[in-house]
């Protein structure tokens, strides 16, 4: 059996180290502006988010049943709660950044006022009391003094997929409902709908 030299040895360590670099991969990040759309997986994302949000907000706020409440509470501004908001797509969505979205166009609008959802009036509840038990008297939230919203807005989300080989269509469609609290009427309907067309094409050799 012929023994394999020193020479030979050092040639062989040499092409693994070729072979192995080849095949290494880099990492490149780059910072890009917040607003910028950058569109890598074709799904759902925050200029979708964004997007929507901000479309939804404008024609709600355009739609007559504003105008109609300030005039009959002698000009105050509606109280608005987003409630439920579902993902009823294929696909994971950050629901709670959309509701975020929702919230901070109402919010800046200066036309909304935006009370606190069912998850966080619990937290807030929970400090009150606490506050009777431990803060200075002159410091203490009194309960029973939150504001009543009038108005709740729900929605949700669908998604429809069409695929072909390495072709695939994604329609996103978001409804939203704003619901007068008293009476149960729904008096806003809005939606909204992105379509996505993919392509995928194969490494060639």
């Not at 166009?105 to 998850?119: K, L, P």
């Not at 400090?127 to 504001?147: C, M, P, S, Y």
């Not at 072909?164 to 619901?179: A, M, N, P, R, S």
Request: overall charge neutral.
């Amino acid at each position: 059996m012929n023994k394999i030299g020193t020479r030979d040895l050092l040639l062989v360590s040499f092409l693994v180290v070729i072979i192995l670099a080849g095949c290494s991969s880099t990492k490149t990040v780059k910072r890009v502006e917040v607003d910028t759309t950058i569109d890598l997986s074709g799904r759902w994302n925050d200029t979708d988010s964004r997007q929507v949000s901000e479309g939804m907000i404008t024609d709600c706020l355009n739609h007559p049943w504003i105008i109609n409440h300030t005039s009959r509470s002698q000009g105050k501004k509606p109280v608005v709660i987003v409630g439920a908001i579902r993902n009823r797509s294929m696909e994971h969505i950050a629901v709670g950044i959309f509701i975020n979205d929702i919230e901070r166009a109402f919010i800046n609008s200066g036309q909304v006022s935006v009370v606190a959802s069912a998850d966080e009036r619990g937290e807030l509840r929970a400090e009150k009391q606490d506050q009777r038990e431990f803060a200075n008297v002159e410091t203490i939230k009194e309960i029973g003094r939150e504001l009543g919203a009038d108005y709740m807005m729900t929605g949700e989300i669908n998604s429809i997929e069409d695929r072909e080989g390495g072709k695939q269509v994604v329609f996103y469609q978001t409804d939203l409902t704003l619901i007068n609290i008293k009476t149960n009427e729904k008096i806003w309907l809005g939606q909204q709908k992105i379509k996505k067309f993919i392509e995928r094409k194969r490494a060639g050799f």
